[in-house]
């Protein structure tokens, strides 16, 4: 089964992503998944269980980064990135 997850880390920085985005965009690259950065929110698409380990250990970074809120959505049956 594949994934997609969606996640928004605040709060949000003027002109590029804060330090507690870019832990948590570390976070999910580090796993080898790949994630398209966006202003609204960053998304990542993988086999389900990738994902879920990912998207936990991005949680865990941006809180630790200084994040104050993370905000996760995720969809079942989305098409990895190639």
Same mark, same amino acid.
């Given at each position: 089964m594949d994934l997609a997850a969606e996640f928004l880390v605040e709060p949000f920085s003027e002109g590029s992503p804060g330090p507690h985005v870019q832990a948590a965009v570390r976070a999910v690259e580090s796993t080898g998944l790949v994630v398209d950065v966006g202003p609204f929110g960053n998304t990542t698409t993988g086999e389900a269980t990738m994902v879920l380990a990912a !998207?936990?250990?991005?949680? #865990? #970074? %941006? +809180?630790? %980064?200084? %994040?104050?809120? !993370?905000? =996760?959505? =995720? +969809?079942r049956g989305e098409t990895p990135t190639p």
């Open positions: !998207v936990s250990s991005a949680m #865990a #970074a %941006a +809180i630790n %980064a200084g %994040a104050t809120r !993370v905000s =996760l959505s =995720l +969809i």
